[in-house]
């Protein structure tokens, strides 16, 4: 299954990813999670991206292109992989096309999660992630679930950026979701709800699509 998956910040795609890589045995590849590694790491892309992503503005196609295209050709993918964050506007659809097209392996389906802005920007002000792990929890959670982690509340959550971040999902993701439905990969589903139920939703409509 070659997947991606779309929705405003805040909408559950890194949640919803990991079941859903999971289910297909795939790799979940979340460009936001490979700056954020790199910016752990101080590494030279960690730097570039680091002023965009606290501004909640998107990082330069010609660095997320060529960091995507290199992260295409691990040989981890023979399952297919499930791209979380990536594209995020219509150039960046137009180069994993031209990606892909070039190793005749096209995507089977673009999943959008739809959720109303007011949810978003509750969910988004209230989430704390995991230094270690990147998992996200409660601002009542003394540590991460998940490994014990500590928790802090990321630069790009704090409610001056939110306001942005959906800004810029609006002018510049957005344009993707008529970009994948003229391709005929669309499917969108409700995103509000339990986890369970949302993934449930999401495999019983992806059903549909080739395995
Ligand atoms: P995310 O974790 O997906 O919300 O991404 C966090 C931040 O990383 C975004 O607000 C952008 O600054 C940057 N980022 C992630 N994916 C992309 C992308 N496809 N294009 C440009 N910037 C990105």
Known sequence: ???????????????QAQFLAAHYSIPHISTGDIFRANLKANTPLGQEAKTFMDAGQLVPDSVTNAMVKDRLTWDDLANGFLLDGFPRNVVQAEVLRAIL??????????????????????RLSSRRTCRACGQ??????????????ELYQREDDKAEVIGKRLEVYEEQTEPIIHFYRTEGLLITIDADGEISEITERATTALARVKA
């Open 136 to 149: 996200p929890a409660t601002p009542e959670a003394a540590n991460c679930g998940a490994c014990g982690g």
């Open 101 to 122: 097209a070039e190793k005749s392996t096209p995507l089977d389906a673009v999943l959008e999660l739809s959720i109303p802005n007011e949810l978003i920007i509750a």
């Open 1 to 15: 299954m070659r997947l991606v998956l779309v929705g405003p910040p805040g909408a559950g795609k890194g949640t």
